[in-house]
């Protein structure tokens, strides 16, 4: 059984491609090339992101198949989450704490960062709690996304606006030198288009949940289909392996005077006939 928020096709496709697009826009392959290329570990906080959503992305390809554990694999990656962002919050905090250049514009910032991070953490708290028990409930999941959403919205133009007016605002973008200005606009449309995949996984969540309520969709058809399909392999492939042997096994037929036995099909044929009908040739 899954629940009845997987219902619609077009939503569940949604879903994984949303979730693919914040993998593939997540620091970890950058990270990753840098291990590689540079000898630099990977950080485990990168690898923890990236687990946390492929476990969401496990689940939505397998929503017709039953195995242990799938019931938990949406509430173990926002566990993950929800450690990553407390983490994240602690780190933020001890930085801000013991920074020798703090400033005004830094204790601003630290206060947008520290909201970000509370709004993420209630939110996957309750996404958690709606996640469990195969979703049953569910309106928690649609209350976690929904702050999460209206957070990462908020705290973000609040921190633009913020250093908008920090940088001296159209006059910063209007003295940067031609050199660097390239790189500038790159990098912040780089970081708008990140943040931008960030809120369609949560957005592709929200599109689950606004599916009618209805009854849990049964998808033991689905695993008897199958299971069906494979016993129907495994028993085409013993009965060929039988055949196999028994033709390895049947007694070789003793070839009359004047003949000869096709070496690729076994069939006696005269010495009058140089080729067989398969092809082989005397």
Known sequence: MISYIFKNKTKNILMIVFTVLYIISSDFFTGFYYSITRQIPISFYEISGVVAFALILVYMFTLKRQYRLKEWLFPVAFAILTAMSIYSLVTNIVYHITSQQYHYFMYYESITSYASYVFAIIAYVFCFIGSIKNFKNDVFLKIGVIIKIVGTVLTTVIAVIMEFIAMGGMEYFENIDETYRTYVYGSMFQTVVKWILSL???????????????????????????????????????????????????????????????????????????????????
């Open 200 to 282: 369609f996984f949560f957005v592709g969540i929200l599109l689950l949940t606004s599916n009618k309520k209805s009854e849990y969709i049964d998808i033991t058809p689905y695993v008897e289909e199958r299971k069906a399909k494979k016993e129907a392999k495994k028993a085409a492939r013993l009965e060929a392996k039988q055949q196999e042997e028994a033709k390895l096994n049947a007694p070789v037929p003793e070839i009359p005077d004047g003949s000869w036995r096709c070496m690729a099909c076994g069939k006696i044929l005269p010495d009058s006939e140089n080729k067989c009908d398969c092809g082989y040739k005397k």
